[in-house]
């Protein structure tokens, strides 16, 4: 069976995608909430699928270490990384950004998905696939942690995807529609969210774009 790694796997997208995903892949569940993982990994067996849970902060470098280690010493390689690990700090003016806000956006957003860019290249190879998904903050009114850090890390993916054409793995970079997530609530509080896209619905429009070979 392939494996994915899902960065990001304890609710929201993530979790929506590693059920998808647990049709034909065994995956590999990242996220800080155990309990959100034990959840999850009860919908995948429940379905028929499996996975393997890794209860972790990405940007705990040596935890990120082991965990691409440990794949390695299992499975040899990594067929899929899909990325929506992600820190939404508060909405505050750019004046009044709070250091700590800052350095956590920075450690979560755009350092931990570094580093894992250089420790998940080799299991992928040339045949394997990474995604990530675009969220276009960057310059939006109270948006600067959170606009800045999401936005470097999209330019990050998109300078690897342009470095690896010719060689592999393939990069793709999704852009989701707007979704009723946690992370969203804090953005937007008291928003009507009937309007947004079914997290799970979501889910599967993109599937096709993720799995697809081409």
Known sequence: MKTA???????GLGA??????ARTHHIIAVGRTTGALEELDDRIKAAGGQSTLAPMDISTDPAMQTLCRSIFDRWGSLDLWVHTAIHGAPLAPASHI???DFDKSVAINLT??????????PLLGEKGRAVFFDD?????PFFGSYGATKGAQIALARSWQAELVKT???????????????????FYPGEDRAPLA?????????LPEILDPA
């Open 5 to 11: 790694l899902i960065t990001g796997a304890s609710r």
């Open 16 to 21: 929506a995608l590693a059920l998808a995903l």
């Open 98 to 100: 709070a250091e700590k």
């Open 112 to 121: 931990a998905t570094s580093r894992l860019i250089s420790y998940v290249t």
């Open 136 to 140: 276009p903050q960057a310059g939006n």
């Open 168 to 186: 592999g793995p393939d990069v793709r970079i999704l852009s989701p529609k707007p979704m009723p997530t946690g992370t969203r609530a804090r």
């Open 198 to 206: 079914d997290i799970r619905a979501e889910a599967a429009r993109l």
